[in-house]
């Protein structure tokens, strides 16, 4: 082996080396700047948003001329009256398997 031509090749190596870590690095940044567009992220949410606040205010519209209440009351004394009767009927099953 002749030193001279091992120091040529490790020279060479070298200098691919260097030019492959910098060709990696570049695209490794070209990618990360396609795929990290905030701009785009931005967009996407502000016309998210604008959406939402259309939609939230049709809803809040209709939602005030609802009825208030007497509705909700009666929804929740049903509630309470059925499952009084589903504990007496759990409690009677219970009492059987004894």
Request: glycine share 6%.
């Amino acid at each position: 082996m002749d030193p001279a031509k091992q120091a040529t090749v490790m020279r060479e190596f070298q200098k691919q080396s260097a030019q492959m870590d910098m060709t990696t690095e570049m695209m490794s940044d070209s990618k990360d700047d396609a795929l990290d567009n905030d701009e785009a992220e931005d967009e996407t949410e502000d016309l998210t948003n604008q959406v939402l606040d259309e939609i939230g205010i049709g809803i809040a519209s209709q939602l005030s001329s609802a009825p208030k209440g007497k509705i909700g009351r009666k929804n929740a004394s049903e509630n309470v009256s059925s499952s009084s009767s589903e504990i007496d009927e759990l409690g009677k099953r219970l009492a059987a398997l004894r």
